[in-house]
T-cell receptor, first 113, second 115 residues
Framework: GDSVTQMEGPVTLSEEAFLTINCTYT??????LFWYVQYPGEGLQLLLKATKADDKGSNKGFEATYRKETTSFHLEKGSVQVSDSAVYFCALKVSGANSKLTFGKGITLSVRP | KAGVTQTPRYLIKTRGQQVTLSCSPISGHRSVSWYQQTPGQGLQFLFE???????NKGNFPGRFSGRQFSNSRSEMNVSTLELGDSALYLC??????????????FGPGTRLTVL
């Protein structure tokens, strides 16, 4: 079945540090890929997405590139802020009658001033 | 435009009881999906409703059920509650069914605690 694997957390960084969160996937079809963010006490918000190989999703300084050859969708940000502290989820969706979002386990990011 | 709303935000129940959670999607959205979030299992898909019909279902026992009304509002019901049902239940809405290219918008969730 479809699955998403995220790197183990939590991750703690200093403000302005470079961020990379690894995400790899297995899928039976050709998936769309997503990064969601969850702030404390809130639901999930879509951060960025990519729907085909070599697409780059970007938003709020975050970027991720759909790499079909390595089945990866790593999230990066050049300079993190304290306000980026949250839980980040990688997810995939394969189109079809049984389409659903499949999530990774999530990783908690803490950014200290 | 108002976002996805879920009621109640917090619930405490005891084992054996049943519970009903409610979700109001964004105006105009006809697809509603439900997810269970726990520390151990993460985010897991429960089911999706579109135009009052269940289109897809995850791997949960029959104690978990749902429905959707003509105004697209959705409810999910859990009967005979178990301790392991304690979780954050998230609802998400979208314009079109999950199989189409579309974005899901999530509500804040209902935190269910089973004692």
């Amino acid at each position: 079945g479809d699955s998403v694997t995220q790197m183990e957390g939590p991750v703690t960084l200093s403000e302005e540090a470079f961020l990379t969160i690894n995400c790899t996937y297995t899928a039976t079809g050709y998936p769309s890929l997503f990064w969601y963010v969850q702030y404390p006490g809130e639901g999930l918000q879509l951060l960025l997405k990519a729907t085909k190989a070599d697409d780059k999703g970007s938003n709020k300084g975050f970027e991720a590139t759909y790499r079909k050859e390595t089945t990866s969708f790593h999230l990066e940000k050049g300079s993190v802020q304290v306000s980026d502290s949250a839980v980040y989820f990688c997810a995939l969706k394969v189109s079809g009658a049984n389409s659903k979002l499949t999530f990774g386990k999530g990783i908690t990011l803490s950014v200290r001033p | 435009k108002a976002g996805v709303t879920q009621t109640p935000r917090y619930l405490i129940k005891t084992r054996g009881q049943q519970v009903t959670l409610s979700c109001s999607p964004i105006s105009g959205h006809r697809s509603v999906s439900w997810y269970q979030q726990t520390p151990g299992q993460g985010l897991q898909f429960l089911f999706e409703y579109f135009s009052e019909t269940q289109r897809n279902k995850g791997n949960f026992p029959g104690r978990f059920s749902g429905r959707q009304f003509s105004n697209s509002r959705s409810e999910m019901n859990v009967s005979t509650l178990e301790l392991g049902d304690s979780a954050l239940y998230l609802c998400a809405s979208s314009l079109a069914p999950l199989e189409a290219y579309n974005e899901q918008f999530f509500g804040p969730g209902t935190r269910l605690t089973v004692l």
